[in-house]
């Protein structure tokens, strides 16, 4: 696995998210990628997982995108694949990454559940970071992190700052999506118009759920056409 670039910036802040409780980290950063009118500057190349595309407003979109805000110098990693299995490979290719443009900051988005809150808060966890709390950010006390970005926080030599939206469902939920977006906006000064944020955060939950779903009924169809040969 490799990340292809065919831009490379210098310094920038790189805000990771991708599919796990809540779908947090992907709604965000499809949103930060509409918003911010970043244009995909790479690719993840890789042969670990089955090929796959989506099919948005009759344009091919790549499973695993890297996008450039030029006017925040913020890198944006997106994907809709399941990386069960190939964490640690998606991590090692960020962390190389990172280091050869002199990444100022990883941001890692996601979400973590919570069984005992009824409101959606943001915590965050960073061995560097002091602006956050400053911001009335809590840091997160308890909680098991999983995935990517738990493989990236273990990384020693790199600047990882973890920001964590509490979520009630496994169902993609856009209103901790927002919350998550509205920090970044405080955080990154991204001047974001919060007036349409919970509309067009809804709007890409539904957008995500059919592609998900798309997914899964092609998942089923090759394990069906498997099936047939084999029996």
Request: proline share 5%; glycine share 6%; aromatic share 6%.
């Amino acid at each position: 696995m490799e990340i292809k670039l065919k831009k490379r910036p210098y310094k920038p802040i790189i805000i990771e998210g991708f599919p796990g409780f809540g779908l947090i980290g992907t709604i965000t950063t499809e949103f930060l990628i509409e918003h911010l009118k970043a244009e995909p500057i790479g690719i993840f190349e890789f042969d670990e997982m089955p090929p796959t595309i989506a099919i948005h407003k009759e344009k091919i979109v790549n499973p695993m995108g890297v996008f450039y805000d030029n006017k925040n110098n913020i890198m944006i990693l997106h994907t809709i694949l399941n990386l069960s299995g190939n964490e640690w490979k998606v991590a090692n290719v960020i962390d190389d990454m990172a280091k050869k443009l002199k990444a100022r900051e990883i941001i890692s988005v996601e979400g973590v559940s919570s069984a005992i809150s009824k409101e959606t808060n943001v915590y965050f966890h960073s061995k560097h970071n002091a602006k956050l709390e400053e911001m009335g950010i809590k840091p997160i006390k308890e909680s098991i992190i999983v995935g990517v970005t738990a493989a990236l926080m273990l990384k020693p030599d790199i600047k990882v700052t973890g920001l964590f939206a509490e979520t009630h469902s496994q169902l993609p939920d856009s209103k901790a999506a927002a919350k998550i977006i509205e920090v970044l906006d405080r955080y990154l000064m991204l001047d974001v118009d919060y007036k349409p944020l919970l509309k067009q955060a809804e709007e890409f939950e539904e957008k995500i759920k059919k592609i998900l779903e798309q997914t899964a009924a092609t998942n089923k169809e090759k394990d069906k056409k498997c099936l047939s040969y084999v029996g």
